[in-house]
């Protein structure tokens, strides 16, 4: 009865250990999504002024690239562990890619498993 009980209590303690680092990854992954979103969000703000005012106020507003990417790195380099994936302008929308390493809380301490998680946002850039 005494090995039954030990053999029960290792494979829920095992089961109780693999939940934990299901749940982690998934609440980073929705972290990570976050931030990509957000930096996205940052990023189409960088409207082209000198672009805007020659083309006229009835046109699309115009995204500089250069500055939509300098905001998306801005924003990300000051959420915390987070590292800047890519960055892609495409007319009005901007998409950013967000990574960060995870080490994994209930197997990682044994093993010293890290996993990189990815997060993905896009924000269009819009008249009101």
Do not use: C, K, N
Request: aromatic share 4%; proline share 4%.
């Amino acid at each position: 009865m005494l090995i039954l009980g030990v053999g029960l209590t290792a494979v829920v303690l095992a089961l109780l250990m693999v939940v934990m680092d299901v749940v982690a990854v998934a609440l980073r992954q929705h972290d990570a999504d976050l931030v990509a979103d957000a930096a996205a969000r940052a990023a189409a703000q960088a409207v082209d002024p000198a672009r805007y005012y020659r083309s006229g106020s009835t046109a699309r507003l115009p995204l500089d690239p250069v500055a939509a990417r300098g905001r998306a790195r801005d924003f990300v380099s000051r959420s915390g562990t987070w590292s800047l994936g890519s960055v892609t302008v495409t007319g009005d929308v901007v998409t950013v890619t967000v990574t960060t390493d995870l080490p994994l809380p209930a197997s990682g301490w044994w093993s010293g498993r890290v996993i990189t998680v990815r997060g993905a946002g896009a924000a269009e850039l819009r008249r009101q």
